[in-house]
């Protein structure tokens, strides 16, 4: 059976930890150019991206990477009818394992960029490494948030709970209050 190598999360929230606003949308105030720019190297770093319907990285480049699209709209794990670098994948009735043998890769990193439900699930099959950039100047009161069980519990607490550890914290733009922690099993 195929694993991923290592599975890395990434995601930017806002101060009371929302990915996107009430509305299903990431504000502009959760698009800062610092941040922007790790995202994506991270995504270039990616052997293969997993993510919903809505949270695929978009840009030129997009067309060329190996992806994995969550959906409830599939049993187990079906090629992408759209993309041929794709497979939609319903984690209810397949497991990690399934869907990595499906795309071939040995090893290899498995980069998640959401949304809340992909984060979550991930979560609890275990991150090797989470990187949470944090926008304290912003706030989404009834927002998506980047874990379920978040604003009850902070994404901290729920990444510490579930094993990961915080490296140090970096300040990406002071001005925009913007920091990023790397947390490591
Ligand atoms: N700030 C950040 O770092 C960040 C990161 C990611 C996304 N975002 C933003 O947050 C918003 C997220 O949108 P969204 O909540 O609609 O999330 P999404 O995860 O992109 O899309 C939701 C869809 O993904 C599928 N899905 C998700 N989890 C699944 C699971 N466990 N099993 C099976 N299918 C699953 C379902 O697709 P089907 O309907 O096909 O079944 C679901 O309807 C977007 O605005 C995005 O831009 C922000």
């Not at 480049?61 to 599939?74: D, E």
């Not at 902070?154 to 709970?161: D, I, K, N, T």
Request: aromatic share 6%.
């Amino acid at each position: 059976m195929a694993r991923p190598g290592r599975i890395e999360g990434l995601a930017i929230v806002s101060a009371d930890g929302m990915i996107a606003d009430a509305t299903g949308v990431q504000p502009a105030a959760l698009k800062l150019e610092a941040d922007q720019r790790f995202f994506f190297e991270a995504v270039r770093r990616a052997d293969v991206l997993a993510h919903g319907r809505n949270s695929g990285e978009g840009g030129p480049s997009a067309a060329q990477k190996r992806r994995i699209i969550l959906t409830r709209s599939v049993t187990s794990v079906t090629a992408d009818p759209h993309n041929a670098k794709a497979v939609l994948w319903n984690p209810a009735s397949a497991t990690l394992d399934t869907v990595w043998d499906a795309l071939g890769p040995s090893g290899g990193l498995l980069v998640v960029i959401g949304g809340t439900d992909g984060f979550g699930l991930f979560l609890e099959l275990g991150y090797d490494v989470f990187h949470l950039s944090r926008a304290d100047n912003v706030r989404l009161p009834g927002g998506r948030p980047v874990f379920p069980g978040v604003p009850e519990r902070s994404p901290e607490q729920l990444l510490a709970g579930h094993g990961l550890k915080p490296g140090d914290t970096q300040v990406l733009d002071a001005a925009a209050a913007l920091t990023l922690t790397t947390w490591t099993r």
